[in-house]
């Protein structure tokens, strides 16, 4: 697989939660994989990564709401999104990539995404 798979999106109301999942392109142990997103006509941001070792960083715009973890046995990692909001509409991607301290470093493998939308 070279492309890694997104699911979960959907629509919601504002203030519920929804987790997306990710099969990445590479082996969770022996790669960090960071949550992007991105809104048409903007630049793709960083939400959160978790390293090899599981250390977790996120962008303050998400911490104390957003939650990232990994399953190693199935290779998968997953965003819990809690208390979302409007602003967090979006197409979300996950990456397998590799971190350095608080810098995530994307690889060129991206996958399809998955919607999330949320009304206010």
């Known amino acids: 697989q070279v492309q890694p798979v997104e699911s979960g999106g959907g629509l919601v109301q504002a203030g519920e939660s929804l987790t997306l999942s990710c099969v990445p392109s590479?082996?969770?142990?022996?790669?960090?994989v960071g949550w992007y997103r991105q809104v048409p006509g903007e630049q793709r941001e960083l939400v959160a990564f978790?390293?090899?070792?599981?250390?977790?960083d996120y962008k303050h715009f998400v911490k104390g709401r957003f939650t990232i973890s990994r399953d190693n046995a199935k290779n998968m990692v997953f965003l819990q999104m809690n208390d979302l909001k409007a602003e967090d509409t979006a197409v979300y991607y996950c990456?397998?990539?590799?971190?350095?301290?608080?810098?995530?470093?994307?690889?060129?493998?991206w996958g399809q995404g998955t919607q999330v939308t949320v009304s206010s």
């Open positions: 990456n397998a990539g590799r971190s350095v301290g608080v810098y995530f470093y994307a690889s060129k493998y």
């Open positions: 590479r082996s969770i142990r022996d790669n960090a």
């Open positions: 978790i390293t090899s070792d599981g250390v977790t």
